[in-house]
């Protein structure tokens, strides 16, 4: 889709003001004051001062500044220059065009908002509701933050009407799961508190929203913050380790051995294996079984390592040590360790002696795999065959799934999603967990190219018809 038009005409707008400020000394100083607000706000609970905040941000920077700069544009002060924007333009207007013009009055004019994406259309624009002033859902034209949001995400952005059109000014911030959800609530009860304090009791229409809309201005301030606090946050993370259930780093191994004898007398004697379980009825692959070890039972130290595995019917006791597979005259092991390859082989290797060659080892580990990057082309053979890792995939999470429906949730006070169904403060919140689990994947499937479908969740828990 070609950049719309308007488009080109903010921007103008954009350079043209900060072009002006950096030539100004009081606004420049009032812009510095602004962003100080930001960053005060957000420093001091990260451990530093504003300006080592402001260091600390390194490439974000340009982000958080043009936050500052559109709050800087909404507020009004007593004197002839009590607006940036009307200061501009009196001065500097003439220079503009109609629409570059249209853009920093409907900038002066706007105020942030929460917004939940109802749907994407993928560079073309997003339909959002709006959670804060819980008025209709709409639609806005966005060609490259299309590409990057999913179904049920929470954002925080200002919206202008432009050419005819509504679109998101420069600054767009997500807000992921219970972070959004406190930030709403904490905004909705300041809302409701800055309301009763400007309107001195009840409105509602026209009045409700030209009120509504001066008390969120103010509350730019903590939404700038809680960008802030996100970057400070994410620069000073360590990246988790990968680990399987053993507790051994993650590392993509297959092992491909030539068949030196009959592929039937193979699939034979791996059929008479007790730890392999066939993986299809019909299909030449194999799950080996096993128990997950007594070094990581369920889960690694949360925020330092994530444990992957596939598990058996939803049970994080029992996992899949590895996957096997006839194709080609070759006999293939897919494993997700060193040490599970040398199990693997012990295994496999005095089962089929005689049948089976030496075998051939591919590994990567997945800071090699992260290095090659989304462009990188793809090797002559997977490391792991795409068809297991997308059955397995699929397998395990219908397991889970399964057993989810009947666990007792901290998410939903201690009651299984079944629970929670029968009655209305329960599927209140089962709803949001649902979306939740929905934007999950769909951002899955935008990332990697297929993600799981949930729609049968809704359906099995009878709740369908609040998927809106």
């Known amino acids: 889709m070609p950049r719309p038009p308007f488009a080109d005409f903010s921007s103008l707008a954009v350079r043209e003001l900060t072009a002006w400020i950096d030539g100004n000394a009081a606004w420049s100083e009032r812009l510095r004051d602004v962003l100080g607000e930001h960053l005060a706000l957000a420093a001091d609970k990260a451990g530093f001062d504003p300006d080592g905040a402001f260091e600390e941000l390194g490439e974000y920077a340009g982000e958080v500044f043009g936050a500052a700069l559109e709050d800087l544009c909404t507020r009004r002060a007593a004197g002839p220059a009590g607006n940036l924007v009307n200061d501009f333009l009196k001065k500097r207007g003439q220079r503009l065009p109609p629409l570059a013009k249209a853009y920093l009055e409907a900038m002066r004019d706007s105020a942030p908002g929460i917004y939940e994406v109802l749907a994407v259309a993928p560079g073309h624009g997003v339909t959002i509701r709006d959670l804060l002033l819980e008025g209709e859902s709409f639609d806005v034209t966005e060609i490259s933050a299309s590409r990057q949001l999913a179904q049920w995400d929470l954002l925080a952005s200002r919206i202008v009407m432009l050419g005819g059109k509504r679109v998101f000014t420069g600054v767009l911030v997500l807000l992921p799961g219970d972070e959004g959800k406190a930030l709403l609530d904490e905004l909705r009860e300041a809302m409701h508190d800055g309301l009763a304090q400007r309107a001195g009791g009840a409105v509602a229409g026209e009045t409700f929203r030209r009120e509504a809309t001066g008390v969120l201005r103010g509350l730019a301030v903590k939404l700038g913050a809680t960008r ?73 130290e949360p925020g330092k390592s994530y444990a992957l595995d596939s598990l058996v019917d939803g049970d994080a006791q029992q996992v899949v040590l590895a996957g096997l597979s006839l194709s080609g005259g070759r006999l293939m092991i897919a494993v997700n360790s060193r040490r599970r390859l040398e199990r693997a082989r012990a295994l496999v290797e005095p089962l089929l002696a005689g049948l089976v060659g030496e075998p051939g080892i591919d590994a990567k580990s997945v800071d090699a795999m992260k290095a090659e990057g989304p462009d990188t082309a793809a090797p002559s053979r997977r490391t792991v065959p795409k068809h297991v890792e997308r059955q397995v995939m699929k397998r395990f999470l219908d397991d889970h799934y399964r057993k989810w429906l009947d666990d007792k949730l901290p998410m939903l006070g201690g009651r299984t999603p079944r629970e929670s169904a029968r009655d209305f403060d329960g599927r209140e919140r089962l709803v949001a967990v649902l979306k939740d689990l929905e934007n999950l994947e769909a951002r899955r499937k935008r990332d990697t190219g297929s993600g799981y479908d949930t729609l049968w969740l809704w359906r099995e828990l009878g709740i369908e018809h609040l998927r809106r």
Not at 243 to 261: Q, S, T
Not at 269 to 286: F, I, K, M, N, T
């Open 228 to 300: 802030i606090a996100q970057i400070l946050a994410a620069r000073r993370r360590p990246l988790p380790e990968l680990v399987n259930r053993d507790g051994d780093p993650i590392e993509f191994i297959e092992a491909r051995y030539p068949l030196n004898g009959k592929r039937s007398d193979v699939a034979a004697r791996l059929d008479g294996e007790p730890a392999l379980r066939r993986a299809g009825a019909r299909s030449a692959q194999w799950d080996w079984l096993g128990a997950a070890s007594g070094n990581l039972p369920v889960a690694s």
